[in-house]
């Protein structure tokens, strides 16, 4: 199915009559039509032997001038099909919303998709800097997560307090047309993080997706499910009730052709077949076999590793010399964020404006980090 066909199926064909969104009613189709027209493309790409580039801006990054993602302009000369974000620090810092929303708008104001991260604090644990990176490795036993997942509890209420403060950003996302390719609770399969190794993952991701989808109604999801590398015991972690939308692995290997790369694929098809696959987070940019063998939809590089020569000793195993991430961003098969085909570019902007944006565009940025 072409992008045409694709743009029909979704509904998309009437985008250029739309009124300006003036009403709820408007805006539902708007926000329905556009994640229908999103999977659908990010469906397709395999078939035409594409893959949409991808970077991460970290939360420490939304307030700077130059990002990540200007960093990768000013590597290849182009911008990043997908932009990744984070959505720690959006319950605890109120303004860091605000930056989070403009860096979302801006990018699919261009006609690009964004993808937001939730590194979520422990919400039984003290976080004494009300949100940071260390909250979210705070250690949960079995028990208490079975506490969090019932309805009446104490820790119950601590989390959808959570959830549903988060949440308030996601609307503001919603209400003015964009839609996030939504990645909780990743790296399940991996001890780090407060719900990793648990046996009741699936259930916290239902849940979670039973209180934003459902209570919430927030329709401007895209579900995305990551596992840490080839997590041959993925099948433990995988949510039983709300299936993914798209599926994916989170790659930190010192190979870029490692074979865990195609492992991770198999081990996600076997539980999702025929949705789509991504690399949601490499620290590595892939070889091209890698891409031409796995197909994915879109590969995610992680932004302070775009180039090794960032790292405080030089000696980052996962690090990416600076001529091989231009050389990824201009494979064939790789797209960037002015090379999305225009129809698709419309739909995804369609409604969506940033008149005073909080960075400066094309920065010009310093070749070096200290």
């Known amino acids: 199915m072409r992008l045409s066909a694709i743009l029909i199926a979704a509904g998309l064909t009437a985008f250029s009559a739309l009124p300006a969104i003036g009403g709820a009613k408007d805006l539902a189709l708007d926000i329905k039509g556009k994640r229908a027209a999103i999977i659908s493309y990010l469906a397709d790409l395999p078939s035409q032997r594409k893959t949409l580039s991808g970077t991460q801006v970290n939360e420490y990054e939304v307030y700077i001038d130059c990002t990540s993602a200007d960093r990768l302009k000013e590597i290849s000369g182009r911008r990043p099909a997908v932009l990744g974000l984070e959505m720690m620090n959006a319950i605890a810092y109120p303004p860091y919303s605000n930056y989070l929303i403009d860096r979302a708008l801006t990018q699919t104001q261009a006609g690009g998709l964004v993808t937001i991260s939730w590194h979520a604090r422990n919400p039984v644990e003290v976080c ?7 909250c979210s490795q705070k250690a949960m036993s079995a028990e208490t997560l079975r506490a969090v997942l019932t309805p009446g509890t104490r820790e119950y209420q601590l989390w959808a307090d959570d959830v549903h403060a988060m949440a308030k950003t996601l609307h503001a996302l919603r209400d003015k047309g964009v839609v996030v390719l939504f990645r909780p609770y990743h790296e399940m399969n991996g001890g780090w993080f407060w719900w990793g190794k648990q046996d009741a993952m699936g259930e916290l991701w239902d849940a979670l997706y039973e209180e934003l989808t459902v209570k919430e109604k927030l329709d401007n999801l895209i ?65 091209q076999k890698v891409l031409d063998d796995l197909n994915p939809s879109y590969v995610l590089l992680w932004g302070d590793m775009l180039n090794i020569g960032w790292s405080k000793d030089g000696n980052c195993q996962f690090c990416n ?43 010009i940025c310093p070749s070096k980090l200290h």
Do not use: C
């Open 223 to 287: 579900w995305v499910f990551s596992i840490d590398r080839e997590a041959p015991d993925a099948a433990k972690y995988f949510p039983k009730k709300h299936k993914p939308d798209i599926v994916g692995t989170d790659m930190y290997e010192p190979d870029a052709a490692s074979w865990k790369f195609p492992a991770a694929k198999t081990n996600l098809a076997k539980l999702a077949p025929n949705t789509p696959f991504v690399i949601s987070e490499t620290g590595l940019a892939p070889t």
């Open 128 to 134: 004494q800097r009300g949100e940071y990176f260390e």
């Open 321 to 363: 010399k600076p001529e091989a991430v231009a050389a990824f961003m201009k494979l064939p098969r790789v797209l960037s964020l002015g090379e999305l085909p225009p129809a698709f570019r419309a739909a995804v902007s369609a409604h969506v404006t940033n008149p005073a944006p909080l960075h400066k565009p094309n920065p």
